[in-house]
């Protein structure tokens, strides 16, 4: 199945732990994104990348920082996790251009930290 | 900075019609989206608007008026299933492939 995929599906973890989310795209995309969406529903691009460019959201903390190995991943690694960290993380692609109106989304990792 | 607005619930009846209305204040703006979310799933793609006008797709329809910073989404024959948040997002020129995301509708279609 073509489609973007995430792992883990939940992750719960202790303050001041690092942990990473694995994202991977099958669809060819050269775009991909990282979004936050807290218990309010509110979504917000932390970042996105292709293999020009990084755009950082200047209002994310460095401790979060992306990785991608190929064209066709982007991984999340969070360090030192924070109570404040817990939310929804989704991961998403899109070709470039006007193309990136519209977006494929991964089905989500709940993070949580206690 | 970058805002989009929406009204944050709405109430309509099945098989009736739903207008969903998003005012933004983005610069370098590209163009407009629309996204569907189920409780506990992902934000799914339903149209966009790049220029001026009304684009149809199935019982979805979407708008974009540029002069007005407006857009809405019109949802046609409403379903139970359609029962979701609607959030729409503008992709602007504020750093590569940059999107903002409004505040969110939480539609509720009643019987």
């Known amino acids: 199945d073509t489609a973007v995929s995430q792992t883990p599906k939940y992750l719960v973890t202790q303050m001041g732990n690092d942990k990473s989310i694995k994202c991977e795209q099958n669809?060819?995309?050269?775009?991909m994104y990282w979004y936050k969406q807290d218990s309010k529903k509110f979504l917000k691009i932390m970042f996105s990348y292709n293999n020009k460019e990084l755009i950082i959201n200047e209002t994310v903390p460095n401790r979060f920082s992306p990785k991608s190995p190929d064209k066709a991943h982007l991984n999340l690694h969070i360090n030192s996790l924070e109570l404040g960290d817990s939310a929804v993380y989704f991961c998403?692609?899109?070709?470039?251009?006007?193309?990136?109106?519209?977006?494929?989304f991964g089905p989500g990792t709940r993070l949580t930290v206690t | 900075g970058q805002s989009l607005e929406q009204p944050s619930e709405v109430t309509a009846v099945e098989g009736a019609i739903v207008q969903i209305n998003c005012t933004y204040q983005t610069s370098g703006f590209y163009g407009l989206s629309w996204y569907q979310q189920h409780d506990g799933g992902a934000p799914t793609f339903l149209s966009y608007n790049a220029l001026d006008g009304l684009e149809e797709t199935g019982r979805f329809s979407s708008f974009l008026s540029r002069s007005d910073s407006y857009g809405y989404l019109l949802l046609q024959e409403l379903q139970m299933k359609d029962s979701a948040s609607y959030f729409c997002?503008?992709?602007?020129?504020?750093?590569?492939?940059?999107?903002?995301f409004g505040t969110g509708t939480k539609l509720q279609v009643i019987p």
């Open positions: 997002a503008a992709l602007n020129s504020g750093g590569y492939q940059k999107v903002t």
């Open positions: 669809l060819g995309h050269d775009t």
């Open positions: 998403a692609s899109s070709q470039e251009g006007l193309a990136g109106l519209e977006q494929y």
